[in-house]
């Protein structure tokens, strides 16, 4: 089973959005993917249209007490799962804190999962907190979006300090710029400027979008009610090199 990671320090990047399309992208080519929705906020919950419960909260299932397959839950759409979010995940962060195995925290859970799924894709909450230090530990790729401003680079740049220390061996980056208005000089710059320096951003950008926004209305990816729209083509473009990228 693959893990991607949709993660940054900041929020509002566009973490769920990108994980929702994605997955769901992973699950049209007949992956069997799963998306767990790890921020209490339940964003990828609410656009699966799942009610953001967990029997036994986060800290149940990660201990693996009662069986995980319960808390899975189908999203209507072939090939994709999802475990929805439970507001128990406010405090995840203690609880791995105080396991008496913390780089250990997710094995179990993950365990019972790879039997199941080829891709999974966490939806992970903002912060550099200690849940973000155990997904460093089991992703395979962390997926970066950032909004093209000079606040987002610095806290990417906070982000690759502490990974350079932090790192796991099988650990990939792939950075991306969303929401993109090339109209605007600043974006303009910063995305051809990091994407001519830095090969590591990927060249597919997310561009700033009322049709992407409009999925707080319909409750699902772009990429499922708008297919065949530029948006929806964005999003394969990038999936398509993301995962040449991860190989
Ligand atoms: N490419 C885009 N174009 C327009 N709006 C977007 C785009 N990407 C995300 N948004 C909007 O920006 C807001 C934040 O997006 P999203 O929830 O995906 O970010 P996030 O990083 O997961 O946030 P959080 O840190 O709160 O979990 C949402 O209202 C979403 O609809
Ligand atoms: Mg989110």
Redesign the pocket.
Known sequence: MKIFASY?IK???????CAVNLAYLSAQEGARTLIWDL?P?G?TSYYMCVKPKVEGGAKGLLEGKGDVGQSLRMTGYPNLDLLPADISLRMLDVEIHDMKKPDHAFEKTLKHLAKDYDNLFLDC??NLSQTAEQIFRIADVLLVPLIPTTLSLRAYNRLVEFLSANRSKKLRVIPFF??VNMDKPIHRAVVNNVREKHSIFMKNI????SV??A??VKRSPVCSFAKESDEAKAFRALWSEMKERAG
């Open positions: 940054n929020g509002g990047v566009g973490k769920t959005t921020d906020q964003g909450p903002p969303n929401q997310i561009p700033d979008s992407i926004e999925m707080g």
